[in-house]
Nanobody, 116 residues
């Protein structure tokens, strides 16, 4: 089992920045892929950014050039640095992990609210 705990959400004005953190515990050595998803009211959950165990990253087109995903393996922590935020980025952000055995894990979510 893997447990994920997000932190760093909050309220920010448009154009501002936030950094989200996701701390993993448990059988973290089996994690092969991490990512951040988000869900706005009335919308489906969507992938924001992903990072593989090898460090390869991918981003949704809507956040390319503004968000950066990274991971500190020594701390078992993943980050999402968000800049140039707009109201369209307002959502609950979820941390995600997938292990070698096909199990998916989710954090509890952290609210990001961007005011114009």
């Amino acid at each position: 089992q893997v447990q994920l705990v997000e932190s760093g959400g909050g309220s920010v004005q448009a154009g501002g920045s936030l950094r989200l953190s996701c701390a993993a515990s448990g059988r973290t050595y089996n994690i092969r892929h991490n990512g951040w998803f988000r869900q706005a009211p009335g919308n489906q959950r969507e992938l924001v950014a992903g990072i593989s165990s090898g460090g390869s990253t991918n981003y949704a087109d809507s956040v390319k050039g503004r968000f950066t995903i990274s991971r500190d393996n020594a701390k078992n922590t993943m980050y999402l640095q968000m800049s140039s935020l707009s109201s369209e980025d307002t959502a609950v952000y979820y941390c995600f992990a997938a292990d070698d055995y096909g199990n998916n894990y989710w954090g509890q979510g952290t609210q990001v609210t961007v005011s114009s």
